[in-house]
């Protein structure tokens, strides 16, 4: 297991279409994390898994936006309708333990969705 | 609420120049941690340097120091003789308090500093 993963690595999709990402984290990590970063901006949290259970949502996640992570392994975040305000890059992370702020959290490359 | 100012948007060195990268915060937290990654231009974000706001020591990894003062809510970052391969943006960040528990990385980030070191 070389880091997190996520897939596509850009998605180019017209405006009204729905969208879904995919993220891959870390084997042993039990927490997952998904910001979007706008063009020169810094990132910005949207939600929080530990394990299956998604315990923190951004107000950023709007009713168009649906994140879950079903067996606590792999998780999705699908946009519905997009809107050409969803183009940003989406970036998943991962992190282990109980003591979660004293380890690392690990960053995949994130997805690049362009609403035209 | 949690915030992270980086004031500096953009900063262009000549190779082997040291370059210090600022970072304020605020937090109304009594303990915290604050972060600094790094985003090349592939644009994974990756781990410098967590610090717990007890341990106001400065740091040193290799080229690179951390200068976290509390009185000024501040946490500096200095890259010694710079090289190429240290371009990019850099980013501070500090955990939000939240109410699930055990801490997570929900993290508040600046709007990152761009370094570009010149040949």
């Known amino acids: 297991d070389t880091g997190v993963s996520q897939d596509p690595r850009h998605k180019i999709t017209k405006r009204g279409q729905n969208v879904t990402f995919r993220c891959d984290p870390i084997?042993?990590?039990?927490?997952l994390y998904w910001y979007r970063q706008t063009l020169g901006q810094g990132p910005e949290f949207l939600t929080y898994?530990?394990?299956?259970?998604?315990?923190?949502k951004s107000r950023l996640l709007s009713d168009r936006f649906s994140a879950e992570r079903p067996k606590g392994s792999f998780s999705t975040l699908e946009i519905q309708r997009t809107e050409q305000g969803d183009s940003a890059m989406y970036l998943c992370a991962s992190s282990e333990g109980t003591r979660v702020l004293d380890t690392e959290a690990f960053f995949g490359q994130g997805t690049r969705l362009t609403v035209v | 609420a949690q915030k992270v100012t980086q004031a500096q948007t953009e900063i262009s060195v000549v190779e082997k120049e040291d370059v210090t990268l600022d970072c304020v915060y605020e937090t109304r937290d009594t303990t915290y941690y604050l972060f600094w990654y790094k985003q090349p231009p592939s644009g994974e974000l990756v781990f410098l340097i967590r610090r717990n706001s007890f341990d106001e020591q400065n740091e040193i990894s290799g080229r690179y120091s951390w200068n976290f003062q509390k009185s000024t809510s501040s946490f500096n970052f200095t890259i010694t003789a710079s090289q190429v391969v240290d371009s990019a943006v850099y980013f501070c960040?500090?955990?939000?308090?939240?109410?699930?528990?055990?801490?997570?990385?929900?993290?508040?980030f600046g709007k990152g500093t761009k370094l570009s070191v010149i040949p």
């Open positions: 960040a500090l955990p939000v308090t939240t109410y699930s528990g055990a801490g997570s990385y929900q993290l508040t």
């Open positions: 084997s042993e990590h039990n927490r």
């Open positions: 898994f530990q394990n299956e259970a998604q315990l923190e």
